[in-house]
């Protein structure tokens, strides 16, 4: 299946046809719709699985998580055992394990250590670069669909979000972003490979944007999903930071290292980008000594990032025969999710499923319900197909 993918019309007047929901939704999903109608329309609207169950006196069993993007393989048993041994010393600040850690992710990135900023996740090292670049407000220039984190916090400190739609193919449009970028921009942000879509913006035609404009804006790569790719590396922007480019990268240990509870992550930025970021808010202060030693352990252990690498591949592909199967046409992921088209409205869709004991997530793109289902273990992508198959088709 190519990268290009459009909605199918006649699965979707097929699957429509089944409904009674009381949902009007008008045949066919257009991705190549005219940007002008796009601009006037609220692209991406997320919506949380957990209104309604806030809702619920008694919430049904819910037996296959997959609404968090959580790897479900790990962590790895080194990183466990690390982690129980580290115990020991919680009564002890984690300063000089900070300094450790650091030292092995500089060494891994191929820069020196001031280069390199912890955080408990990343998420949490997008909000603090968003609070220290828009305290005086100014514009962000992101795609449409992102994630949401940093761009939500710079509008919290008034910033306009100045967003521009994913191509046809799901890929950032860049020279889309390059004509929004003016004197008020603070910061260009772009996900890569995309949450929630999953996709993947060719490299070299990323490379190139942000030579240019990493000289007129800073640019944050946000890197989580980028070791999920067969060879990440080759995708990653981290060799223009150590060219000297105002871009900053981040990663996670939440993801291919499956610590998304022990929350540690970090960015890699120029010293003067990190100076200016720790001028206001503090980085290790905010680290468990046990999250640390564990990431330190999940860094050494190859066999299990390879495997979670190779693990989440079969979940997606179980997930992409069981979806074309049933004539839902999804977007093709280099990720731990997958992003598909629905005939229902997000909310009851996540109900329905929910009383199934499956947790998904919904979103609207284009105007349109989106499903995106994360890669679980296989038993649990077959029980979301069955469930699936008993709530749409």
């Known amino acids: 299946m190519s990268t290009t993918t459009t909605i199918n019309r006649r699965n979707w007047l097929k699957r429509t046809a089944l409904f009674t929901t009381g949902v009007a939704l008008t045949p066919g999903m257009n991705l190549q719709a005219k940007t002008a109608n796009r601009q006037k329309e609220t692209f991406f609207e997320y919506q949380p699985s957990w209104e309604w169950e806030t809702q619920m006196n008694e919430r049904p069993e819910l037996k296959a998580r997959l609404l968090a993007n959580e790897n479900p393989f790990g962590p790895s048993d080194k990183a466990r055992l690390a982690i129980m041994e580290s ?16 030292s092995l992710i500089a060494k891994k990135e191929g820069v020196s250590e001031d280069y390199i900023m912890l955080g408990p996740g990343s998420t949490d090292l997008l909000e603090k670069t968003a609070i220290t670049h828009f305290i005086d407000g100014g514009n962000i220039v992101s795609a449409d669909p992102a994630y949401m984190s940093l761009i939500k916090t710079a509008m919290a400190f008034k910033a306009d979000w100045k967003k521009v739609p994913l191509t046809s193919d799901w890929a950032h449009d860049l020279k889309g972003m390059e004509k929004a970028v003016d004197g008020d921009t603070k910061l260009i942000y772009i996900c890569n490979p995309n949450n929630p879509t999953g996709t993947l913006t060719p490299a070299d035609e990323l490379r190139s944007f942000c030579k240019k404009m990493a000289d007129k804006a800073p640019i944050f790569v946000d890197e989580a999903y980028l070791e999920f790719l067969d060879k990440p590396i080759e995708s990653s922007m981290i060799d223009l930071v150590k060219e000297g480019k105002n871009v900053i990268i981040s ?5 291919i290292h499956a610590m998304a509870g022990l929350r540690i992550g970090y960015i890699v930025a120029l010293p003067s980008t990190l100076d200016k970021i720790s001028s206001m808010v503090r980085s290790n202060m905010g680290l ?4 640390i030693r564990g990431a ?13 690498r190779m693990w989440t591949k079969e979940s997606r592909e179980i997930v992409y025969a069981g979806l074309d199967t049933m004539g839902f046409d999804f977007v093709p992921s280099y990720t731990s999710f997958i992003l598909f088209p629905i005939d229902m409205q997000g909310q009851p869709f996540l109900k329905k499923m929910y009383e199934q004991g499956v947790g998904v997530r919904a979103f609207e793109v284009f105007g349109k319900p989106y499903c995106r289902v994360s890669m679980g273990k296989k038993e649990e992508m077959e029980m979301f197909l069955d469930s699936l198959k008993k709530v749409l088709v």
């Not at 990663?251 to 993801?255: A, D």
């Not at 330190?296 to 979670?308: L, R």
């Open 251 to 255: 990663r996670t240990f939440s993801k």
């Open 288 to 291: 468990c000594v046990t999250s």
């Open 87 to 102: 115990v020991s010393v919680g009564n002890r600040y984690g300063h000089g394990d900070a300094a450790e850690l650091i």
């Open 296 to 308: 330190m352990a999940s860094m050494e252990d190859e066999t299990f990032q390879n495997n979670s």
